[in-house]
């Protein structure tokens, strides 16, 4: 046993023994199906630490027969996938190489460009893993040649059966009766934010310390008060979110910085960088265009330094939002706008649009200051979607429109 984690020693050995990710590995599931045809595909793996992703790529390996070789891209090079490359040959390689490549958001472009040529002769076949949206951090040269999974965070009660098979494994391991009602299991759950192994690992610490049975006291001890009140997928993780936008949205830049800082000590950096990508441009907007270029370049840099460096550019964002001159226009011009779709109005696109009266069409470079007018709206449609934001840019920018329109007018 020695100091092999709980979360290790109990690691599930079939699809069956998994908790959560029902969609992949449930009777219906997208990777049971594959399974099932005998099907081994390149594939990445997204999602949150602790919900399965090494050991899916553990159980694949095992059923494909191939030889499964492990790498974390925050320290691996090329010159050890070569390394692994150089088994295929090999009695180890005879069935095929599985590499496994976690983190894989930490290869370059190049490097990961170079894993290409064996994934096309297939020499060896990918899972790669992810936190970050691969659609943001994995090259499309891999992504199109990859299925392409998402690993859910694991609810609390899918976690309730891994804490009472860790507690029987504990209990036949010391040979103790050490007990643990359902509501101290959940207490427990509650507070592992997803993340399996983070509840196993506390599991065991409060195990080692109990006497007859695991008790609330005993949990507390082990979970930090930040943890404690703070549920990444319950109301609280949403009221964190709506209280830092609201307080950008409201111009103040010290309760900002403030719910910042108390999302990214709980850990969770990625909801609070998507969160201020959407008020950049939900409630600054147009009052300062460049506010979501400024934002997704803060949190670029975040992800490069990650944690805890990470805090001072994402820092910098949510003062520099706060800060900001405020505009929901373009936010309500959407809402109007969808609305009057909703409605069914403007099925039929204007004449002018058309191929067939293309002819009727002015084009507006061919016109005095690149204005013309004519009617872009389908008939039945509202129109009046946008407003201009009372702020510096855009009252400037209906000052210079005003004049050009009135020119033609």
């Excluded at 499309?140 to 392409?148: D, E, P, Q, T, Y």
């Excluded at 007990?179 to 997803?194: E, P």
């Excluded at 900001?324 to 373009?330: D, L, Q, V």
Aim: include cysteine.
């Amino acid at each position: 046993m020695g100091n092999q984690p709980l979360a290790d020693r109990i690691r599930p050995q079939s699809f069956d023994e998994m908790v959560g990710q029902k969609h992949l590995f449930g009777e219906n599931g997208a990777i049971t199906r594959m399974d099932k045809n005998n099907y081994i595909t390149n594939m990445i793996f997204y999602g949150p630490p602790g919900t399965g992703k090494t050991t899916a790529a553990n159980i694949i390996a095992k059923k494909s027969g191939m030889k499964l070789f492990s790498l974390n891209a925050t320290s691996a090079s090329l010159n050890d996938v070569r390394d692994i490359i150089s088994q295929t040959g090999t009695l180890f390689g005879s069935n095929g190489i599985l590499l496994y490549l976690d983190e894989i958001q930490y290869f370059n472009k190049k490097q990961q460009q170079s894993l290409l040529e064996y994934m096309e002769d297939g020499r060896i076949t990918l899972i790669a893993s992810t936190t970050e949206n691969p659609f943001f951090y994995i090259y499309n040269s891999i992504l199109s040649r990859s299925a392409v999974f998402e690993f859910k965070s694991v609810t609390k009660e899918e976690l309730i059966p891994a804490l009472k098979r860790g507690l029987d494994i504990l209990n036949t391991e010391h040979n103790k009766n050490i007990k643990a009602s359902d509501s101290a299991l959940m207490q427990i759950a509650k507070c592992a934010s997803g993340d399996v192994r983070r509840s196993l690992n506390t599991l065991e610490n409060v195990y080692m310390t109990a006497d007859d049975e695991i008790t609330p006291e005993l949990i507390d001890a082990f979970i930090p008060e930040a943890s404690s009140v703070y549920d990444r997928h319950g109301d609280a993780h949403y009221d964190m979110l709506s209280a830092l936008q609201k307080s950008i949205r409201g111009s103040d830049p010290n309760a900002a910085v403030f719910y910042l800082a108390k999302l990214l000590e709980s850990g969770d950096m990625i909801s609070a960088c998507r969160r201020l990508q959407v008020i950049a441009s939900e409630d600054i907007g147009l009052a300062y265009p460049l506010a979501p270029v400024m934002v997704k370049s803060c949190i670029d840099s975040a992800f490069n330094v990650g944690m805890p460096e990470a805090r001072i550019p994402l820092a910098n964002a949510a003062i520099f939002l706060a800060t900001c001159p405020k505009s929901n226009s373009a936010y309500m011009a959407y809402a109007l706008a969808k609305e009057d779709i909703e409605k069914g109005n403007g099925i039929q696109v204007p004449r002018l649009f058309q191929s067939r009266y293309s002819d009727e069409y002015k084009y507006p470079h061919d016109y005095p200051n690149h204005y013309v007018e004519q009617k872009y709206l389908p008939d039945d449609a509202t129109g009046n979607y946008y407003t201009y934001g009372n702020n510096k840019q855009e009252q400037a920018a209906k000052a210079y429109w005003d004049l050009i329109k009135k020119t033609h007018g």
